[in-house]
């Protein structure tokens, strides 16, 4: 074990404390039925690219407007880029105009939020309910139905086209 890896176990616990802690502050984590898949932060580092690593895993940000998602118009499902499991689906993406694939809700009981604290303003993170890979935050300033604007990272999803096939759960 490296030196480096001992840093990084130590910033994971050190994550999963706060984490614990944000969730108590905000009442309550959303729960959910998902059963869920959790590998050790360095079995995903092996299997993802690493930009998809730095979002999903390290709670990166993909710099705007830099994901083909953004543009996808087609029918389909966009599914967790980590472990395949079906976020979102088509008919509730929408132009936000921000640069960053949005859809007004996910499929019902598939993404799980905290409270992330890192800016001055506290935001809503959100995450696969199965992986627990971040996928971004969802906002308050969405269009109808829902109001709420899903701001995801497109190199957290993979867009599978209707008719296709849905990849298989990573890890079933
Ligand atoms: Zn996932």
Redesign the pocket.
């Known amino acids: 074990m490296s030196r480096r890896d001992v840093l990084k176990g130590t910033l994971g616990a050190i994550g999963l404390a706060l984490t614990g802690r944000r969730a108590v502050a905000e009442g309550a984590s959303s729960e959910s039925a998902i059963e869920r898949f959790v590998l050790p932060k360095s079995e995903w580092r092996k299997r993802l690219a690493p930009e998809a690593y730095a979002v999903l895993f390290e709670e990166g940000t993909e710099r705007a407007r830099t994901s083909p998602l953004e543009q996808e118009k087609r029918p389909g499902t966009f599914v ?1 880029a ?2 395949m ?1 079906p976020l979102f689906e088509s008919s509730t993406k929408f132009e936000s105009g921000t640069g960053w694939p949005s859809f007004f809700r996910a499929i019902e009981g598939r993404v799980a939020t905290k409270l992330d604290l890192k800016l001055i303003l506290p935001r809503t993170e959100y995450h ?1 309910a ?2 627990g ?1 971040h996928q971004g935050h969802v906002f308050d300033d969405g269009p109808p139905p829902t109001g709420l604007r899903y701001c995801n990272n497109g190199v957290a999803l993979r867009f599978v086209p209707e008719g296709e096939p849905l990849p298989a759960l990573v890890g079933s």
Do not use: I
Request: include cysteine.
């Open positions: 967790c980590a472990c499991l696969c199965r992986c890979g």
